[in-house]
């Protein structure tokens, strides 16, 4: 059976990507579709231009797609959804030696263990025996603060964790955008942006007297994992053509060294400042474990000179690496909250217990929000992903920040049209910065938490909840402007 937000994200790819990203997908044979087929789509569309394709069975007719390759391209995103009908929590939890069996919870909790994310002094993954630490999904009626007492409370609990998903932004405002199993990287809108976490990391493998001196901020080495519509793969140097590729690799594969890169900032331990002061990070080509001498390495830059669309050299070697500070060298670390809802704290036009949350019923247009008792499920309407300009969400403090929301429903980003909140064809598709429509700034709310804020839009009004419809009207933060980001 097609999941309905899979089909939904393939006509959004086939409607808005452009030949080259879309050439470099994946057919039935795993080989690219190719610029041909990709052309042939985008003038299908434009004779469609308004709507778009609404089903699969109109890209299907379109020459060099077919039956069996959009339904590969379902089956595969399908199965890259780890049980569909349960919530994912970004918390992961480890145990020693082993998770509890949860009988309590049977069918209803599922713990996965993950591949241990160490490696050796070699690059060779660690396979840790004296510990493990895991996903947890739970079903709706599960209730997760009293489901994550219980699993703090295990004998064999040692500590928790969150597993971060980012994206990339360049400093021209665009995304790293990969095509795995086709190597390309490309810089493209943030619609594309791919999200990436790490597989593997590790204190920083080189000797320690290699650099210390002149980089003393070479603290970590991390393979990087990335997903492309179901298709897993990490990050690849390419010494060959110096630029960064994309090599499948499925979850638990082992990496090989061209995988690995030095990373600081953010990420790692950056060499001035504080973590919550970093917005970004750099990246170095891991080129040996020991370096007999001089510095092999470089720095990975996002140049706009060779990074314009059409260019599959998203990601390349600069040719440097003395120069961190250079603009091209510095990578934005874009964090991913994802499965947020947003709740509306108070609303006098609301009465009794129920919650209320924003909420898109629809593919496109505004949006309301939804009722909902105390314990019932949060429906997939009302769960966003989070991006976060820029940083951690956790320790942004007092800092600014601003994020967007996109829909895990119908894939497109929250905007804002003549003071109403919605989903709109023309601001959410394919916007490579941030602008007035689609992002909001963060202040602090009342309540005590990190995740209790005020929605602020570029033109100082505030979004606010009012009689089931989202608005940006008042010009002070009161009790109608009060959200609670709940993941």
Known sequence: MENNTVVIEILNFFNLADAELMGSMPDANGKPLGTATAKRVIEERAKISKEGFTTLEQVMKIKGLGEATIGMIVKRMTNAIKHPSMTKSRTLFTFAPQAPELK?????????????????????????????TYEVYYAPDVNKEQLFKRLEADANFRTTS??????IQARNNQFVATSVPNSSVYLREIFFANKFKMRYESAYQH?????????????????IETDFYGNMGLLNFNAAQNRVSARTAPVGSPAILS???????????????????????????????????GDPREFISADNAVSQPGSQNGLIGSNNNTESWRRENQ??????????????????????????????????????????????????????????????WEERGNIACRVAFRSKQNNRFLGLKANTLGIYEDLSATHSSLNEYTSFYVENGWGGTVNNVNLKTSTGKYVMCWQNVMVADAVSPINNEQFKIVY
């Open 104 to 132: 309590e919870y049977a069918d209803r909790v599922v713990l996965e263990k993950l591949p241990s994310t160490a490696i050796d002094e070699k690059g060779n993954p660690i396979e840790e025996t004296d510990q493990a």
């Open 162 to 167: 969150l597993q971060r998903v980012f994206a």
């Open 207 to 223: 000797t320690p007297f290699t650099f210390a001196a002149t980089h003393p901020n070479a603290k970590v080495t991390v393979a």
């Open 259 to 293: 995988d690995f890169f030095d990373i600081s900032g953010i990420i790692g331990e950056p060499w001035n400042g504080a973590h919550p002061m970093f917005k970004n990070f750099t990246l170095m080509n891991f080129a040996q474990m020991n370096i007999p001498s």
């Open 331 to 392: 990578l934005r670390y874009v964090e991913i909250v994802e499965n947020v809802a947003i709740e509306s704290m108070v609303n006098p036009s609301h009465s009794g217990s129920n919650r209320w949350f924003v909420n898109c019923l629809n593919y496109a247009g505004d949006i309301n929000a939804i009722s909902q008792s105390p314990n019932a499920a949060i429906p997939l309407g009302a769960k966003f992903d989070m991006y976060v300009f820029y940083g951690y």
